[in-house]
């Protein structure tokens, strides 16, 4: 049983840092990349983070160089440290888990696994 557990949105201004967290428990190993994507209202779902199962992590390119994905195994946990937040970057953020890199997803895809989400709103 798959457990995504979102922690960490608020509200911030332009220009902040905020990380978000995910617990997990239950991934197994055919659902070994772990990311995070975001909806905005009216917008396409986009995968923004990945780290995948080779060790290394992907960005989509509205984030290179401003977000930074992190998971530590032993915690159980996946992070997205989140720094010059942008008025764009407003949106529902949601942990994910799949068999493939989150952020070369189709919008339409369904992802294996997702949590809750948690809101981040950058003013």
């Known amino acids: 049983h798959v457990q995504l557990v979102e922690s960490g949105g608020g509200s911030v201004q332009a220009g902040e840092s905020l990380r978000l967290s995910c617990g997990f428990s239950?991934?197994?190993?055919?659902?070994?990349?772990m990311g995070w994507l975001r909806q905005a209202p009216g917008k396409e779902r986009e995968g923004v983070a990945s780290?995948?199962?080779?060790?290394?992590?992907s960005y989509a390119d509205s984030v290179k160089g401003r977000f930074t994905i992190s998971r530590d195994n032993g915690k159980r946990t996946l992070y997205l440290q989140m720094s010059s937040l942008k008025p764009e970057d407003t949106a529902t953020y949601y942990c994910a888990a799949d068999a493939l890199d989150l952020t070369s997803l189709n919008p339409l895809y369904p992802v294996g696994f997702r949590g809750q989400g948690t809101q981040v709103t950058v003013s």
């Open positions: 239950g991934v197994t190993n055919s659902r070994r990349c």
């Open positions: 780290a995948n199962s080779d060790g290394s992590a």
